[in-house]
């Protein structure tokens, strides 16, 4: 029996990219900036597993992810011509991560599958960063399981087991929602249940992985909607 | 700016005597067992403070409020007559406390004040007991901040210094509510706002303290509808 639903939340419930870049847009006109906005979107998401990586590896004590976001940001600023900006201009962008938009099945599918099943985050994200986002996307979480709770990153183990913890319950009651396969084998390798969708456009043109699912997920569904159809929800 | 209004949970926000005596009732009826029902319950809630006691001295390591629950019950089961009563039924027992009726403001209270602040609760109670109370009773939280998440029991400073590093902001932007005034004496030490109201009955008639406010908490209310309104929800 599946008490409890866990989703990752960055790619799987919300739609992180054209969230960022349609605020780095309006951003850039409310302040009377041009830059390559779409390029600095996708090029801050990719420093954060390069980031996420020096925690993972014990190279660096836990740091938030909206600390790592921060870094990120500064470090990419200068070569997108905008080393000027100042610091309270820095926090409105970094802050722009907790108030990102849902694919258009996540609210749907999440409150029909609330139903019967607690439903949770398991996410890299922050238990702040997260709690905002729930209530400005209307996200309807029983509970937030995120990384800062645990002091590491997906796919550490600490996080899986001490979602399982928290939850007072065996691994195989819990089944991870996510469109990473990564996450989805950790998540297996646990002992949680596994459900996959794709979500395709997750990273606009330089998506290069996570199409479709890459092992016998106990459940593959096309979204949130189709999952809480499969489950009876 | 209050950004986070945190809530003690048992005794505050849900009615755990009544909800206990009713199902401890209810028990007995279903099992054809007679006993001062009343009296178990108030024994058992009795327990409730040496227990974490010895966990908040250090005399025992880390151990879950349903753990301590659970070694009450059996405690005081012989001396009630059903020292009897099988594993499967202690265990029915303990799980009443995850199904606990709100005070009769506590639902529409909490709805309002969530509107334009987070809230969530600060409770000795572990995760997955708050989040079955939460689906169970209705209450709106947008967090859910419990003893498990930082291995330590109210008023123990780790609880309330790590409430505000994951809602990643300064003490002064959270305030707690708590019929207690240990709890809101512990809160504002380590720089909270605070706002009490009392739940004169909460303990029946072996109630002894906590009838007002013992301090010049920010907030003196009656119940969660005037916090709402005093604070212009």
Redesign the interface.
Known sequence: MTEALLFDVFGTVVDWRASLIRQLERFGRDNGLRADWVGLADDWRAQYEPAMNAVRAGQRPWT?L?VLHRESLDNLLPGHGLGALSETQRQQIVLGWHFLDPWPDSVAGLTRL?RTR?V?TLSNG???LL??M??YAGLPW????SS??FRQYKPDPSVYQGAA?????APENIMLVAAHNYDLAAARSHGFRTAFLARPTEYGPRQSKDFKAESDWDLVVADLEELAARLGE
Chains 1, 2 share one sequence.
């Open positions: 938030t909206e609330r607690i949770g922050g238990v702040r709690t905002d729930a209530r029983d509970v937030i399981l800062d709770l913890t928290l939850l007072d319950t």
